[in-house]
């Protein structure tokens, strides 16, 4: 994790799997601190910086914005995700971080998935994308946007404790979701919809003003 993550990227995986027995759940950053968010507004305490962490049974990657954007040139970050990858069971990520994976080479002729509106630059490093909820491709699982690490990390509870485990973990939690509107899948979302989602974020992207000059004429 670095500064500009969308927190309900990490914090709706970890609220699944820290549920688990025995789980023991790190917040890793390049340099461990205080991580603001994209929003700018709230804060997390990654207690562990990339140097101290050489294992892990399963990496999840959480996305951003537009801040993945820096991450994926971020060399001493990708030769560290390729380290730990040596190590899990499971790789994943959610939102954008599926970008950040993909940068790897890890996911080379897999299929994958991300937030709709960078979904397309998975093809830029090999991936090959797919719009679903969350994609599975061997030890790795890549999930849609933002609030699908949820459905990806109850998803991956169950491979690891199994049904009734996880489905008291989802009843814990309970998710149990009806949103007001059908407009959450950028398929079936109307044209109007799509664009104020846009504006959306485009105004959050402003928000990291040296990066968004840099790459605004490409969004």
């Not at 991580?35 to 959480?62: C, M, Q, R, W, Y």
């Not at 946007?145 to 049904?163: F, H, Q």
């Amino acid at each position: 994790m670095k500064d500009g993550l969308t927190m309900l990227d990490a914090i709706g995986p970890y609220e699944v799997l820290r549920n688990i027995s025995n789980a023991e759940v790190l917040f890793v950053a390049e340099k461990k601190g205080e991580i603001t968010a994209d929003s700018k507004f709230v804060h997390l305490n990654a207690k562990f910086g990339i140097d101290e962490i050489n294992e892990a049974d399963i990496l999840v990657i959480p996305g951003s914005a537009i801040t993945f954007l820096r991450e994926i040139n971020n060399v001493k970050v990708m030769e560290w995700i390729k380290k730990i990858n040596q190590t899990t069971l499971w790789t994943t990520s959610v939102c954008s971080g599926s970008i950040i994976l993909a940068s790897t080479g890890l996911l080379n002729g897999l299929e994958a998935t991300s937030h709709w509106k960078p979904m397309e630059l998975l093809k830029k490093f090999g991936a090959v994308p797919k719009a679903e909820r969350f994609v599975e491709q061997d030890k790795y699982i890549t999930a849609a946007g933002v609030s699908t690490g949820i459905d990806m990390a109850l998803y991956l509870c169950n491979k690891i404790v199994g049904e009734a485990k996880t489905k008291a973990i989802q009843l814990f939690i309970e998710y149990d979701p009806k949103p007001i509107y059908k407009s959450g899948n950028y398929s079936t979302a109307e044209k109007n919809v799509i664009e104020e989602a846009e504006f959306i974020l485009l105004e959050e992207a402003k928000k990291e003003p040296e990066l968004f000059e840099e790459i605004k004429g490409e969004i």
